[in-house]
Nanobody, 124 residues
Framework: QVQLAESGGGLVQAGDSLRLSCSGS????????RGWFRQAPGEEREFVAT????????NYADSVKGRFTVSRDSAKTTIYLDMNSLKPEDTAIYYC?????????????????WGQGTQVTVSS
């Protein structure tokens, strides 16, 4: 499987911006795209955004639409999540994963090869 590693998290204030990266390594199948999920303490993991390798199409959760942007590099090794106008409710561990289905899935079951996550904390 592709091994994924997230980076870029940190402690910021409300209204600030952050860029997360998800780098992949290994020769295994790279999926139809990748996705970002997040999990806050005591909450279930929730979908954030996904991007498709073939046409760079994207899909976002309503809670982040207009504030977050997912993008990828041309080599299909790294995806990014640009997060603007951050809110305290965006505080969570952010994970990336390989999407194993050809459509813009929003459920964790449609993803594999999860990274270890990166912590994002937004103070008010």
């Amino acid at each position: 499987q592709v091994q994924l590693a997230e980076s870029g998290g940190g402690l910021v204030q409300a209204g600030d911006s952050l860029r997360l990266s998800c780098s992949g390594s290994g020769r295994a199948w790279n999926g139809y795209g990748r996705g970002w999920f997040r999990q806050a303490p005591g909450e279930e993991r929730e979908f954030v955004a996904t991007i498709t390798w073939s046409d760079s199409s994207t899909n976002y959760a309503d809670s982040v639409k207009g504030r977050f942007t997912v993008s990828r590099d041309s080599a299909k090794t790294t995806i990014y999540l640009d997060m603007n106008s951050l809110k305290p409710e965006d505080t969570a561990i952010y994970y990336c994963a390989v999407r194993k289905v050809p459509y813009s899935a929003r459920e964790a079951k449609d993803y594999l090869s999860w990274g270890q996550g990166t912590q994002v904390t937004v103070s008010s």
